[in-house]
C-alpha cells in the first residue's frame, strides 16, 4: 500500500521526509515524490518512478528541495499505470491546493464529469487529483477555511482515504483527514509529524494520536488539532508507542502474514466496491474497467482459468462457481502444463490468468502462447503495470495492496472475489441469472467483508489446535467440489508454511488407494460446506476417523451434527455456498500460521521459496 509522511517544524524537511519514506518500502510501492514549501513559496515538487533512491539522488538527499514543511509519498499504483505523471504529490493547476493520498475513491469517475463540467483539467488518470481539485473547488466556491473545503470534500467522497493537504494561503501549516486509511500524528518539540504508519517516524517521536474516521486535521510547528465533521476541534489520547521499528513495521504483528490475514476484510471490500456501483437502490456489476463489453461475455463459449500455486486453487474453486452460474464449460490449467500442451482452444474462448505478482514465469508464457492462438486473454493480477496486466487484453485488478509474506493470504481472497464477480457478470450478460438474482448475490458478497471478521476474531480456538497438533507429521485435507478446491490451498499453506506433508484429496478418491495411510493419531480435515455434498463428505472423513485418524471439519454454522462425528469442528458464518471458499479458506491460513510458529519456523519466508516466482 501506499506510504504517507508529513513534516513541519524548524528543519530541514525533505531529508526527514525521504527518511521516513524510506521506513516504509516494506509495504511495497512503485514511485515516490515530495512537495516541500519554503516559507511562503510554492511548493517545489519532485517525484520519480521506481525505487526511492531515484527520488533520493534526483533531489541530492532532499538538500535541493529547501524548507522546513512538506509531505511525501510512496505511490503503489490502483488507478493508473506506475508512471511519474501519477506519482503523489498531486495539485490543482494554479497549486492552490497540493496533497497525497493513501486508499480508494470509489466515486472518482463521478466527481471527475463534475470537475470536468467545471472548468478543471486533469493531468493524471488518478483518483488522488480527482480529489484535490474537489477541494480545491469547494475552497474557491464557497470562500471557505481548508477545514471546511475538507469536511465537504469529505461529504462528497465514497470509499477510504488519508489525505495529507497543504494549501497555498497558509504556509507553515499541514491538514489531513482520514476514512478507512490508516493516519496517524506524531508529536515532537516545535515540530510535528504525520504518517501513514509508525515506523516513519519511529526516530523521531514515539507520541502519537490516531485520529478516528472522518476526523480532519491542522497542524503547525506547535499546534495539532484534531476537528470532526462539524467542524468543532475535539480532544485526543495521547498514545505511547512502545514497539520497537521491526514491530511497527507489522503493524504491531508478530509476522507479515498475520498483519495480511487481518487486513483481508478491509482488501475483499474494496476489490468489491470496485465493480459494483450502487444507484439509487439498485447494484450493478461494472465491469468496463477491465475492459470486457457485455457483448464480449456473451459470446464466450468455453473459460480457461490458468494458474500456478494458489491463484490456481481460485480458478479450481473458481470453476465451480462460473459453471453453476453462467453455464459455460470451464477448464482449469496449472500454467506450467498449459503452456507445453495441445488443448484445443477455439476463437470463442476466452482465457483468465491468475496472478497476484503478474510476473510469474509460467502464467505468462500461458498468457503469451493464448495470444498467439488468436484468443481473448482476461489477466486478474494484483500489481498494477506487471507484465501480465500490461500484456493481456482485458486486466481486472484485485486491491489487495503489496503482499509481503510469500504465503498469499489476502491477494488469494482478492482473486476469489475477482472470479466471483467475474461468474456474476458473465450469467447475467448471458440471461442466465435475472436481475433479482443478481441483487441478492451481490449483497451477499457485501456481507463477506464482516464474516471474514468474525472468523479471525475466533483465532484463539484454532491457535489452540495449532498447539495440540504442530507436531503432526502428516495431514489430509479433503473435500468434494468447490470444497475440493478450499482443501487444496488448505493443504498448500500446511506444507509451505508449517512444513507438514499434506495432501489434498477429492474426499470420494481417499478410498481408492489412498486411504491405506491413515493411521491412529492421522490428522484429517474435511471441508464440508457445499449443501449437496457436505452429508458425503462427512461419511468420507467417518471412513477415515474409524480407521484411527483425527478429524477436524470446517462446515457452516447450522450444521450442528457434525458435533458427533468429528473432534474438532469449526463453524464458518452462514453464506451463499458459491462463496464459501471466501469464509473456508480463512481457518486454514490461521491454521497454517499457528502450525507454523508453535515449530518455531520463518513463516514470512519459508525455506526454498519466493515471492514472485519468475524463473520457468
Ligand atoms: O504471483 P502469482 O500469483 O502468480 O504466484 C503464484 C504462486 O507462486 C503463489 O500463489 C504461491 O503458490 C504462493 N506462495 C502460495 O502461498
Redesign the pocket.
Known sequence: MCGIVGYIGKKQAAPILLEGLSKLEYRGYDSAGIAVRDGDQDPAVVKAQGRLSVLVDKTDGGRAVPGTCGIGHTRWATHGEPTETNAHPHASDDINVIAVHNGIIENFQELKDKLLRNGYTFQSETDTEVAVKLIDYYYKKYQVGPIDAIAKTMVRVRGSYALVVMFKDYPGEIYAARKDSPLILGLGESENFLASDVPAILDHTRKVIYPDNYEMVRMTTDIVEVYNLNGDVTEKPVTEVTWDAEAAEKGGYEHFMMKEIHEQPKVIKDTINSVVKKQEDLYTLDLSGCGLSDDEMRQISRVWII???????VGVCSQYVMEDLAEIPVRVELASEFRYRKLGLQKDDLVIV???????AD?LAALRKAKELGISTLGIV?VVGSS?AREADYVLYTLAGPEIA????K??SC?LIACHLLSIGFASAAGKIDNATVQKMIVEMLTLPEKVEKIIEDKARIQWFASKFAHASDAFVIGRGLDYGIAMEGS??MK?ISYIHSEAYAAGELKHGTISLIESGTLVIGVATQPDLVKKTISNMVETGSRGAYLFAITFSGNYYLEDRADFVTYIPKTDPHYAASLAVIPLQLLSYYMSVNRGLDVDKPRN?A???TVE
Open positions: 494458474g500456478c500455486g494458489s491463484a490456481y486453487h491468475i496472478s497476484q505478482s503478474g510476473e510469474t502464467s494484483n501480465i510469500v504465503a498469499t493470504t491477494a488469494f482473486q498448500l499453506k509451505e521459496l515471492k514472485s516466482v
